[in-house]
């Protein structure tokens, strides 16, 4: 219920920021909204010994356009994303997805770019960062970086970010197409996703089908050779590596996600 | 007009609305201002022997006072004998003998979350930093897992008493009750585990001072808790105070204290200093009792025409890692077992036993809820087998309006009831005859979304225990004001709003004037507490009837006063003020009749008992939306008669009536507590244990019925459970009766998605179910 | 640490552990007993206050991350008024508490579902509620309650 002790550091500024972690070194956690490391500190499963909280880097908040993509700063909670006219309209499958997270207090704090760090296979934002094909900035030790989505998750809560790495911004190009769903399937509304389905035009992106957020190659491949969304989405399932667990074994999410897929793809086709 | 049973907004509400209540964790008593905290340090393991319990380096961390454990439990009288009683008589089992249950434990832990040290620390934080420390050494012992498992005997929780069974009872299966029968239809069932989760878990503060005990718990049941705190610790109960602040829940799995809130108080006492604790939710899901975990063998027989000949309920009932309740639950489960049908044979049979689990005790409805959720899936299964509408099949079945006071085959003798008549409101409320025609065409549509009608007819027993009776005083002050002292004991039931009433109607003093207080030994030594349903019609009787006493003394004062006879004194309700008939003029108020009653006041105290228990019926109807691709079901209407008799206040009522629906449902949908092999629990938390939201709930349809009980004054039954009681079935039944034209014929419980889409897939396979 | 919250407009300072979650601070610090602690996962809302004005599960929230920032409580609600505040009538009113343990958090995030959302559907009522677990009501009076409150039609 309570955290182990550790020492608290707040930074104002992201070069505060970064020199804050590289002193606490590999036992140092940024802490944004704190909905994803708060809960596993408190059951101490996570035991970091400093924390550096950047929930007050106004500069990391925003939503803006900026050279045919949309600039969302990394510190944007779920529900200014989900409020934003500008994701609204260029961005629907983020904004619905984002205002579906949790709860309303939970979106009030949560913030994207704590979600995508913290890479939680269960959780909705990776997913729809794979979907749109996200690229994401970061400011490290080394200096600035990007990493396109696609090479950002690595494991399970395994990212790309190096330690003491910032993530700041995530860049989606406005979408081509129109056509976009989110599928997200739970027993109770606050569920994590049993399984999830992210589509924004040809791109299918899986929730909680293996260890990392995964694209639906097959299935992508599928409509690109022509196939409709029915046959398409008999595939879904190819190459995922769901769990097991107290919502279903393997074989009930591989079916979950071949239905979702279908009705993604069928939902996005209307909306094109 | 009298108040009672009109609609009276909560006078507990301001109060809870602004500063919120005064639960355990709240109190800033200056007896508990320098009170340390109490850490427990719980089994990680499911079974095990402790062979070693190191406290050395927790006992050096910031801000320890002492770790515990049994070694330093030197000053505890010793179990009683085992007094050789096994629980068949549908009572708790006795502390003593082979099946005891330790304070902290001993050499031996039988479930994941049992107590096996204390620390103490100056404040919270430091608790958890310093149980962190507490090293124990435990040798693994093979776990008992489910009712299998325990049958089977292989690892025993007591070695010492040979056997995981700790009792059985019951008429042995006779086959020919069924030989007149067309139809026969055998099932297996399961009732599964459920953790209450009050919103508040278990807290206990305490103090040992000047050779007195105060203990500070949220129960609910003081007199109670008192009784077995003196037990436990070897003290005269009349040293012992016992206090009940506001209590955030409680189901039935905060009767009296438990073991925690016992260490504790011994702690406080061991220590000499103030202790407090208040669990964390964690804790609350291993430490608290669990409910329900029945597994049932029913078996139905009857005629073609829908006639039920006979039924056959065999339950094995797992109680977790000790006894507490011995056989009480299954035998309740016999008692209800044939449920508000009149049936030619029925015979009951139950057998208990341990496993590496929580210990299981009451939980909303405790053991009806279990006989009711058996016999409705009997019935459904039944129906179906003789392609009878589910609904019919129950009408030609239930006890008719004119067989009351009816003697049920299982034993129970139901007072008043209109069994049919509730079936046939609700049916015409639901719309019953449109929600087949929408499920037909959904049907033939082949829609994805199936359309399920699920209906449950149920009776059940309150104040089960009616012998035990409850207390009341009420006393007139001279300032015109009253105060009740009730032993009823509320934690979310709205007594002091439903008691004040009662003072108001029987003596016309405004309700705003009346206090209620509850809960606290030293002003209330005796009374039994609320659960089983039975505060209305014992505490609610004993308030009325202590108005009724102290009317009669005022009758003598006011005469005496007014220089008339008694018998020409009248007391004006309306006005509250007692006149001589005929003469307006005299007038005297409460106030000056309590202070002429000089030095002994006017006041009453009532110990009352009904005698017998009452028994509430009714019916529920739910309507769900299955997603027949997903097996995703979703409840759309839930209609209800719960009838319990004359209403005293229907807001009330309805409250405990949507309360009881939503974890009703609950257990249908959503809710188990799960273990692994090795008695690990999977649902440890509130992110995996299921617990409903405003989400998955509509606004229900509650139809009202007064069938008034004959026993009491105020004609009334016990209305907490009763919603549990039949909305779980009738949840169960909608779900399986959605897809039972895909050739499912049931899924036991939680029917989650994943339950729901195998048995979908099963069923296309065309697997004989 | 030291740290500065501003409670119910009251300035609440004290220096505190690090680790102090926003719950205890409001709870043992400021003396604000009516918010409660149900679970420790983040999942009951039976914590929730405002922070700025938005819902958040205070359990879930440092100490030190509200600092400088405002938090109203419940026993923050009718301001310096005797009376209490529509949310609080209306829960009375249409019988939305019982044990009243998860009510100080349910009000909280139902304050702040109107200032967002000041004409909610049911359903809108009931799914911006999810976060809010409440085993007593069955939640119908409780919805009830929101949308009576909602149609007095006082913002926030």
């Not at chain 2, 399961?190 to 103090?207: F, M």
């Not at chain 2, 308030?543 to 005496?560: H, I, M, N, P, W």
């Amino acid at each position: 219920m309570i955290p182990a002790p550790f020492t608290y550091k707040r930074a104002s500024s992201v070069e505060e920021a970064l020199n804050l972690a590289a002193q606490a070194g590999e036992d140092g956690k940024f802490l944004a909204g704190g909905h994803s490391l708060m809960p596993l500190m408190k059951l101490r499963l996570a035991v970091p010994e400093t924390i550096v909280d950047i929930g007050r880097l106004g500069e990391l908040s925003y939503v803006r356009e900026d050279d045919g993509h949309i600039a969302v700063g990394a510190l944007a909670t779920h529900d200014e994303l989900a409020r934003s006219g500008l994701v609204g309209s260029e961005l629907p499958l983020l904004a619905h997805a984002a205002g579906q997270v949790g709860d309303p207090q939970v979106r009030h704090c949560g913030t994207i770019g704590g979600s995508l760090a913290h890479a939680d296979p269960a959780a909705d934002l990776p997913a729809v960062a794979l979907a749109l094909g996200a690229t994401f900035r970061t400011r490290g030790p080394s200096g600035s970086r990007e990493i396109v989505a696609d090479d950002f998750f690595l494991g399970l809560f395994e990212t790309a970010l190096q330690p003491g790495e910032l993530l700041t911004e995530i860049r989606i190009r406005k979408p081509q197409s129109a056509g976009w769903s989110f599928q997200k399937f739970t027993k109770r509304g606050i569920d994590w996703a049993i399984v999830g389905v992210a589509v924004q035009g040809a791109n299918v992106a899986l929730v909680n089908m293996g260890a990392t957020p995964v694209r639906a190659a097959a299935v992508e491949g599928a409509l690109a050779s022509g196939m409709g969304p029915s046959q398409a989405a008999a595939h879904a399932a190819d190459g995922t590596s769901p769990p097991d667990d107290l919502n279903g074994p393997r074989a009930y999410r591989e079916h979950l996600a071949r239905v979702l897929v279908r009705r993604a793809l069928e939902e996005s086709a209307a909306r094109a | 007009m009298s108040i009672l049973g009109t609609r009276v907004v909560r006078t507990e509400d301001p109060r809870l609305l602004t500063a919120g209540g005064t639960y355990v964790d709240d109190l800033r008593v200056p007896e508990l201002a320098q009170a340390a905290r109490v850490t427990f340090v719980r089994s990680p393991v499911a079974h095990a022997a402790i062979t070693g319990i190191d406290v050395s380096a927790a006992k050096d961390a910031p801000g320890v006072v002492a770790v515990l454990t049994v070694a330093d439990m030197d000053d505890l009288p010793p179990p009683p004998p085992d007094s050789g009683l096994t629980g068949t008589e549908g009572a708790p089992l006795p502390l003593g003998g082979p099946w005891s249950e330790p304070l902290l434990a001993v050499d031996r832990v039988r479930f994941v979350g049992e107590p096996v040290a204390v620390v103490i620390t100056d404040d919270r934080y430091q608790g958890e930093d310093a149980a962190e420390l507490v090293s124990v050494d435990y040798d693994l012992l093979p776990a008992v897992v489910g009712f299998d498992g325990a049958l089977a005997g292989e690892s025993l929780l007591f070695p010492a008493a040979g056997s995981n069974v700790v009792c059985a009872t019951g008429t042995p299966a006779d086959g020919a009750a069924f030989d007149g029968s067309d139809v026969v239809v055998e099932r297996e069932i399961v009732n599964q585990r459920l953790a209450p989760v009050p919103l508040e878990g278990r807290a206990t503060a305490a103090r040992w001072a000047d050779g007195k005990l105060t203990v500070w718990v949220s129960t609910q049941n003081a007199q109670i808790a008192r009784f077995i705190l003196a037990g436990a610790l070897g003290l005269d109960p009349a040293n012992i105070r016992v206090i009940a602040p506001d209590v955030g829940g409680g189901f039935g799995a905060k009767i009296g204290v438990d073991r925690d809130g016992l260490i504790v108080a011994w702690a406080a006492k061991h220590t000499g200093r103030a202790l407090r604790w208040a669990e964390t939710r964690s804790e609350n899901m291993l430490g608290m009792t669990h409910g329900r975990a029945q597994r049932h063998a029913v078996k139905i027989g009857g005629t073609r025409d829908g006639r039920i000949l006979a039924y056959r309920l065999q339950i094995v009932q797992d109680t977790g890692a000790y006894p507490r309740m011995g056989g009480f639950l299954p035998f309740l489960t016999s008692l209800m077992a044939a449920g508000p049908y009149d049936i030619g044979h029925v015979e009951t049979a139950y057998q208990v036993v341990v496993t590496n689990a929580t210990p299981i005790s009451a939980y909303r409805g405790a053991g009806r809820p279990e006989a009711t959720a058996a016999i409705e899936r009997a019935v459904d299964l039944f129906a179906t087998e003789i392609g009878m509408d589910p609904a019919e099949v129950r009408r030609i079945n239930l006890v008719p309006a004119d067989r009351f006071p009816f003697t049920s085959p299982s034993g129970a003798t139901y007072d008043t009831g209109a069994y049919v008549e509730a079936l046939d409101k609700v049916l015409a409320g639901a719309g019953y005859a449109e929600l087949r025609a929408e499920q037909e065409r959904r049907r033939e549509r082949g829609d994805v979304q199936q359309l399920g009608i699920g209906v449950a007819s149920y009776v059940e027993i309150t104040a089960a225990d009616a012998d035990g009776g409850e207390t009341a005083r009420l006393v007139v002050h001279d300032d015109g004001t009253a105060t009740v002292y009730t032993g009823s004991s509320a934690h979310g039931q709205g007594h002091h709003t439903a008691w004040a009433m009662l003072v108001e109607a029987e003596l016309g003093i405004d309700m705003s004037k009346v206090t209620v207080i509850h809960g606290d030994t030293d002003l209330i030594p005796a009374g039994v507490g609320t659960y089983a349903s039975r505060s209305l019609q014992l505490g609610g009787v004993a308030v009325q009837k202590a108005a009724v006493e102290v009317k009669e003394q005022a009758r003598r004062l006011a005469a005496d006063m007014l220089e008339a006879s008694e018998d020409d004194l009248e007391l004006n309700v309306d006005l509250g003020v007692w006149q001589v008939r005929g003469d307006p003029a005299s007038s005297m108020t409460w106030a000056q009749v309590a202070a002429h009653a000089g030095e002994a006041g006017l006041a009453a105290d009532v110990n009352y008992t009904e005698g017998k228990p009452t028994f509430p019926f009714g019916t529920h109807l739910a309507v769900t939306e299955v997603d027949t691709e997903t097996g995703k079901a979703r409840l759309i209407r839930h209609v209800t008669v719960d009838d319990a008799g004359t209403l005293l206040n229907p807001v009330l009522a309805e409250g405990q009536r949507h309360g009881g629906i939503a974890q009703g449902v609950a257990q249908a949908l959503l809710e188990e507590m799960v273990y692994d092999t090795e008695g690990n629990p999977i649902t440890g938390t509130l992110v995996d244990y299921a617990i409903i939201t405003a989400a998955e709930l509509p606004s229900f349809e509650l139809l009202t019925s007064e069938t008034p009980a004959t026993i009491n004054p105020l004609g009334a039954k016990g209305i907490g459970e009763a919603g549990t009681i039949g909305a779980t079935p009738a949840a169960q039944n909608s779900v399986i009766d959605a897809v039972s034209h895909l050739g499912v014929r049931h899924i036991d419980m939680p029917l989650t998605p994943a339950r729901v889409w195998a048995a979908i897939s099963a069923a296309e396979e065309g697997i004989a179910r | 640490m030291k740290v500065t919250v501003s409670v119910n407009g009251k300035q609440i300072a004290a220096e505190v552990a690090d680790r102090t979650l926003l719950v205890h601070f409001l709870r043992d610090v400021a003396g604000l007993t009516a918010t409660n602690v149900g679970c420790d996962t983040s999942s009951c809302g039976a914590c929730t206050v405002l922070l700025d004005g938005r819902s958040v599960k205070s359990c879930t929230v440092l100490a030190a991350q509200a600092d400088g920032r405002e938090v109203t409580t419940v026993e923050g609600l009718s301001g310096d008024s005797d009376e209490l505040h529509p949310m609080q009538r209306a829960f009375r009113a249409e019988h939305g508490l019982q044990c009243g343990f998860c009510t100080p958090g349910m009000v909280m995030a139902s304050v702040s579902l109107l200032a967002e959302n000041p004409s909610p559907t049911e359903d809108e009522v009931r799914t911006a509620l999810e976060g809010n677990l409440c085993r007593c009501t069955g939640y119908h009076n409780i919805v009830r309650a929101v949308l009576a409150a909602a149609s007095e039609g006082r913002p926030s």
